[in-house]
């Protein structure tokens, strides 16, 4: 949770941009490849979420939102 809460997209989130999200950057901070399958992406988000919520980080629960939200394909949705 430590390195999500100093990376650069997670700066702008939290001082009210909505960052425009790079997929090679979002996988590097999912500790995931590109072109994972969208299962390891959304299995990486849910326990990161969790851990966040866990540790009562609505910052980063609201931020993990915001990935799932702007790229769902990413994470096995629409």
Known sequence: ???????NLFIDFSEGRRPELDKFEV?????C???SPSALWNER??????????SKRTDLVDFFDYLIDDRPDW???D
């Open 75 to 77: 994470f096995g949705g």
């Open 45 to 54: 988000l849910i326990s990161y979420k969790s851990t966040a919520e866990d």
């Open 33 to 35: 490849s590109p072109d």
């Open 1 to 7: 949770m430590n390195e999500i809460a100093v990376n």
């Open 27 to 31: 996988a590097d901070l999912l500790l």
